[in-house]
Nanobody, 124 residues
Framework: QVQLVESGGGLVQPGGSLRLSCAAS????????MGWYRQAPGKQRELVAV???????NYADSVKGRFTISRDNAKNTVYLQMNSLKPEDTAVYYC??????????????????WGQGTQVTVSS
């Protein structure tokens, strides 16, 4: 089965930095797009950043200039470098990936999967 595992969350002071990682595993043939979303208490999940297999990127206006998304296609891993963190960035961050995987029958299928989330808390 396709699995996404996030890591790198934690507690950091305002102005600090964190680097999140999300690794996709399983019988994956290709990962077409990977992204980071976040959800704060009482709010809906929102897009933070996305990156395609061709390394095109898009960011939410609130994180432009502070966050950088990147990926290692060979490892099916996406990263989110978060600098100049603000209390408003506090949320559970979720990784999302879509692509093609292989069934035991060897027949490929399209997938979209979410990670379990990692907590990021920005507080003094």
């Amino acid at each position: 089965q396709v699995q996404l595992v996030e890591s790198g969350g934690g507690l950091v002071q305002p102005g600090g930095s964190l680097r999140l990682s999300c690794a996709a595993s399983g019988s994956i043939l290709s990962v077409n797009s990977m992204g980071w979303y976040r959800q704060a208490p009482g709010k809906q999940r929102e897009l933070v950043a996305v990156i395609t297999s061709g390394s095109s990127t898009n960011y939410a206006d609130s994180v432009k200039g502070r966050f950088t998304i990147s990926r290692d296609n060979a490892k099916n891993t996406v990263y989110l470098q978060m600098n100049s963190l603000k209390p408003e960035d506090t949320a559970v961050y979720y990784c999302n990936a879509g692509g093609v995987a292989r069934r035991p029958s060897s027949i490929p299928y399209a997938f979209e999967h979410w990670g379990q989330g990692t907590q990021v808390t920005v507080s003094s």
